[in-house]
Each structure stands twice: as C-alpha cells, then as structure tokens.
C-alpha cells in the first residue's frame, strides 16, 4: 500500500539552527500539507501546498517556515532559525483531494527536539 | 474561530464492550469530518469519514454518526478489541480550504 515517507525520525538539533524536514508524498497525490503536534496537544495544520505553492497556511507558519518542493517527489519544510517552542512531532500528508474535503494520509512523523 | 474538541479525553473499556467517543464542532461551514487513529509515536490512521449530506456511516466494525442540528459526531466501535487501544482524533474541513481542523483527541483504553 502506498504510503507517505519522511526523514528524518527524529532530530535534535540547537537553537538557531536552521533545520529542514524531507517528505515523500504519495506519488499520485496532488495536494500536500505540514502538521505540527507539541506533545499532548493538538495536531495543528502549518500549511497546505498545491500546484507548486502554498494554498493555505495557519498563524503558526510565520517567516521562519517555508516548504519547497523541490524535485517531483519530495516535500520539504525548513525551519530557518529554530526556537526552543518548535519542539514538536511534524507530521507530513498528502491527498488526492483538497484537504477540507478528502483523506489525508499521514506519514509517521519527524519528531524535533530543540536544546 | 473554527474548534473541534471531544468531549472525554479518556475512556476505559472491557475487550467485548462497545465504545463510543464524542466530537463536537463550532464551525457551521464544516461540511466534510473524519476519525483517525493515532498509537504512541506514530502518524494519524484514516478510520472511517462521512460528509455533511449524511447522518449515518459505517466501516467495519466502526460507525461514524454526525448530527448537524447540534454539530456533533460520534465514532462508534464495535466488539472493541485490545489493538483499538490508541488515541482518536476528530477533525473537520470544508470546501471553502484545505486545511482538517483537529480535536484534542480521547485516549481509549481497551483491558481484557
């Protein structure tokens, strides 16, 4: 069964740092999407990218983040300079469908831990 | 702002017993609802989902029930099973974007 990939499962990394999380969505979809879940909170949506740029992205994705895709299968999101509140589990998703009306399918998530 | 939240954050059952988590919304305009299983250090499983032109929706051994009137949804399970142990997301969307909003999530505890 197809699936949604990401690299790395875990890193820590200092703070300022810039740090960049790599996805590969499923081959077919066309809409792709970052999510971030603090531990024991919410999952929360950072942004949503089809056609080569970002459809929609939440209060959280602010300067520091942006996304790339920078080849026909892989999705990246890069955190510029990183702060201690970005310690989180960055879940990657992909849909055939916008995200408001489909399945999303997420991968199994890189977990950022910020000294 | 748009909210999804349950309403238990955790629920204990015996194996056999059928469970059912709440979801309530606020957000009018959500027209498409989904339940996703997440276990410990893992990403969201897809459960089952339903649109907003239905009441009723069922899967193996799950059933999703959504009640526009008073913007509730609720999961059922089936016979519930020690592997059903895992927390459950709800989460809502609409046409109008691309993003699912989320719930906070209820552990369920399955005991044989």
């Known amino acids: 069964e197809p699936e949604v990939t990401q690299t790395p499962s875990h890193q820590v990394t200092q703070m300022g740092q810039e740090v960049i999380l790599r996805c590969v969505p499923i081959s077919n979809h066309l809409y792709f999407y970052w999510y971030r879940q603090i531990l024991g909170q919410k999952v929360e949506f950072l942004v949503s990218?089809?056609?080569?740029?970002?459809?929609?992205k939440s209060e959280i994705f602010d300067d520091q983040f942006s996304v790339e895709r920078p080849d026909g299968s892989n999705f990246t999101l890069k955190i510029r300079s990183t702060k201690l509140e970005d310690s989180a589990m960055y879940f990657c998703?992909?849909?055939?469908?916008?995200?408001?009306?489909?399945?999303?399918?997420f991968g199994e998530g890189s977990r950022l831990t910020v000294l | 702002g748009e909210s999804v939240g349950l309403h238990l954050p955790t629920l204990s059952v015996q194996e056999g017993d059928n469970s059912i988590i709440n979801c309530a919304y606020s957000n009018s305009a959500s027209d498409y609802f989904i339940w996703y299983k997440q276990e410990s250090g893992k990403g969201p499983q897809f459960i089952i989902d339903?649109?907003?032109?239905?009441d009723k929706r069922q899967g193996q051994r799950v059933t999703v029930l959504l009640n526009k009137t008073v913007k509730h949804l609720s999961l059922q399970i089936a016979a519930t099973q020690p592997g059903d142990s895992a927390v459950y997301l709800c989460a809502g969307g609409s046409q109008a974007g691309t993003a699912l909003i989320f719930g906070k999530g209820t552990t369920l505890s399955v005991s044989s």
């Open positions: 339903i649109r907003s032109n239905m």
């Open positions: 998703a992909s849909s055939e469908v916008a995200g408001g009306t489909g399945e999303l399918f």
């Open positions: 990218f089809y056609n080569n740029e970002i459809s929609e």
